[in-house]
């Protein structure tokens, strides 16, 4: 059974703090995935990775970064938070052009 | 890039009557077109996929329609249950590593 981990369901952080998601998949899937979910908005992408070290900005990168130094993890760091990054985020990962798999989701609110 | 609509936002059925979710695409290399189910405060999960060799899919009560001529693709729920209300997504992909997704649709059985 495909797992797919975020390290917090909750978070709530100062505008300008440096925020850190993680997502850990256990499937050894080479794609991994970050989207944002915002009501009527539904999923758009920020950034995906199809291997180790490898990234490729999606729909709405600006303001993130990522780092993919291991197979299974893929982190999403926001360099200076702001209040219009509050948001349901999704992790998500997946072998080949096959089911995307995705985490529980972190609700992050920037105050 | 793609830009795949969805329509309408939100549905209310009867229990037991059909309920159709419509996705229309622009990019005509699109081939993998699955659809999610995402109940609330759960994580997206698929549960229906077609490749854009194949006109129709069907797995129980839930069907998928293809037309690659007009590019739109739709979701048919036959003999809706209150266990189906939940919001579904569309997406296209034409590599795998990138996915766009619909708005989603709110859907609600009413029993």
């Known amino acids: 059974d495909v797992k797919v981990t975020q390290s917090s369901r909750y978070l709530v952080k100062r505008t300008g703090e440096k925020v850190f998601l993680e997502c850990v998949q256990d499937?050894?899937?080479?794609?991994m995935f970050w989207y944002r979910q915002d009501p009527g908005l539904g999923l758009r992408l920020i950034y995906f990775s199809y291997d180790v070290k490898m990234k490729e900005k999606g729909d709405i990168p600006e303001g993130y970064s990522v780092s993919r130094e291991k197979k299974e993890r893929f982190s999403l760091i926001l360099e200076s938070a702001s209040t219009n990054q509050t948001s349901m985020y999704l992790c998500?990962?997946?072998?080949?052009?096959?089911?995307?798999?995705f985490g529980p989701g972190t609700r992050l609110t920037v105050l | 890039g793609e830009n795949v609509e969805q329509h309408p936002s939100t549905l209310s059925v009867q229990e037991g009557d059909s309920a159709v979710i419509k996705c229309t695409y622009s990019?005509?290399?699109?081939?993998?077109f699955p659809w999610y189910k995402q109940e609330l405060g759960k994580r997206p999960q698929l549960i229906i996929d077609?490749?854009?060799?194949?006109g129709e899919k069907k797995d129980q009560r839930i069907a998928v329609t293809l037309n690659k001529t007009a590019k739109h693709f739709s979701l048919h729920i036959t003999e809706t249950q209150p266990e189906d209300s939940a919001v579904y997504f569309c997406?296209?992909?034409?590599?795998?590593?990138?996915?766009?997704f619909g708005t989603g649709t709110s859907l609600t059985v009413i029993p």
């Open positions: 997406a296209a992909s034409f590599t795998g590593n990138q996915f766009y």
């Open positions: 990019d005509s290399a699109s081939n993998y």
């Open positions: 998500a990962s997946s072998r080949g052009q096959g089911t995307q798999y």
């Open positions: 077609i490749r854009s060799n194949v």
């Open positions: 499937m050894d899937h080479e794609n």
